[in-house]
């Protein structure tokens, strides 16, 4: 059985950074490998998604703060986060894809103060 163990979530202040991991086991095979966040009364949104050819998209919110990447050897993805802003409050959820099955993690807070 796939398990996502998330890492990294805290408190920030506006402009700072935070590094996310997100360690997948039970399984050797990923396709896809991402992050959502959800915000308090919004819905789940993706934030970051890498392929397994090193395919990436963003959310157009994102674009030149965050960076996702991922160590295929350890199954595990990461999301640098920079120039944090207010917005950016939300619950982060890892997300891998195996064998066209979706699995998630339990989720990670970032709070970001100004």
């Known amino acids: 059985q796939v398990q996502l163990v998330e890492s990294g979530g805290g408190l920030v202040q506006a402009g700072g950074s935070l590094r996310l991991s997100c360690a997948a086991s039970?399984?050797?095979?990923?396709?896809?490998m991402g992050w959502y966040r959800q915000a308090p009364g919004k819905q789940r949104e993706l934030v970051a998604q890498i392929t397994s050819g090193g395919r990436i998209n963003y959310a157009d919110s994102v674009k030149g703060r965050f960076t996702i990447s991922r160590d295929n050897a350890k199954n595990t993805v990461y999301l640098q986060i920079t120039s944090l802003k207010a917005e950016d409050t939300a619950v982060y959820y890892c997300?891998?894809?195996?064998?066209?099955?979706?699995?998630w993690g339990k989720g990670t807070l970032v709070t970001v103060s100004s």
């Open positions: 039970g399984t050797k095979i990923i396709n896809a």
């Open positions: 997300n891998v894809n195996v064998w066209a099955m979706d699995y």
